[in-house]
């Protein structure tokens, strides 16, 4: 079945410091990846998303790759900010049967200290 | 920008008490969902709805759990006999019909159900 493993958590960095957060996933067929955030008492926020290899999701200064040589869709960002302090999460959609059930990572803490 | 909206925001219950959390998904989208996540652990996958059916639900979503649009805008979880692990936060979401896998699933705030 499919399955997303992130790194663990949390992930501690100064603002203006370069992120990266891992993300490989295992799926059948060709999903689509998401990056999602949840902010300190809020649901899920949409960050971004790619649906095919190779296609690079952008938003917020945030950017990932889908690479399907690799499996992987690491999140990064060049220059963090202290607003940027939240749980992000993985994801992938799409499953033998076609239909858009979301698979989560387990989610990374991101702390960043002014 | 429109937006997913569930209430309560907070639910405590005690066990074996049913329970009906209430989502409005956003007006246009016809795929509707529920995923729960349980303190420190994934978002987990609870079930899928569309024209009035379940598409697809998860191992978790027993006989205690069922799914309903009982309006053109409410979307309901209910749990009829509410066991301590069903404590979790649980989120509704919606997308719009083409292309399922490859389209967006919005997210609301999410309700925070305690069972003592």
């Known amino acids: 079945g499919n399955s997303v493993t992130q790194m663990e958590g949390p992930v501690t960095l100064s603002e203006e410091a370069f992120l990266t957060i891992n993300c490989t996933y295992t799926a059948t067929g060709y999903p689509s990846l998401f990056w999602y955030v949840q902010y300190p008492g809020e649901g899920l926020q949409l960050l971004l998303k790619?649906?095919?290899?190779?296609d690079k999701g952008s938003n917020k200064g945030f950017e990932a790759t889908y690479r399907k040589e690799t499996t992987s869709f690491h999140l990064e960002k060049g220059s963090v900010q202290v607003s940027d302090s939240a749980v992000y999460f993985c994801?992938?959609?799409?499953?033998?049967?076609?239909?858009?059930?979301?698979?989560f990572g387990k989610g990374t803490m991101l702390l960043v200290s002014p | 920008e429109p937006e997913v909206t569930q209430t309560p925001s907070h639910q405590v219950t005690q066990m074996g008490q049913e329970v009906i959390l209430r989502c409005v998904p956003i007006s246009n989208h016809l795929y509707f969902y529920w995923y729960r996540q349980i303190l420190g652990q994934k978002v987990e996958f609870l079930v899928s709805f569309y024209n009035n059916e379940i598409s697809e639900k998860s191992e978790i979503f027993d006989d205690q759990f069922s799914v309903e649009r009982p309006d053109g805008s409410n979307f309901t979880l209910k749990i009829r006999s509410t066991k301590l692990e069903d404590s979790a936060m649980y989120f509704c979401?919606?997308?719009?019909?083409?292309?399922?896998?490859?389209?967006?699933?919005?997210f609301g705030p999410g309700t925070r159900l305690l069972v003592l």
């Open positions: 790619a649906t095919k290899a190779d």
């Open positions: 994801a992938l959609s799409g499953n033998d049967s076609g239909y858009s059930t979301l698979t």
């Open positions: 979401a919606s997308s719009e019909s083409l292309a399922p896998s490859q389209e967006t699933q919005y």
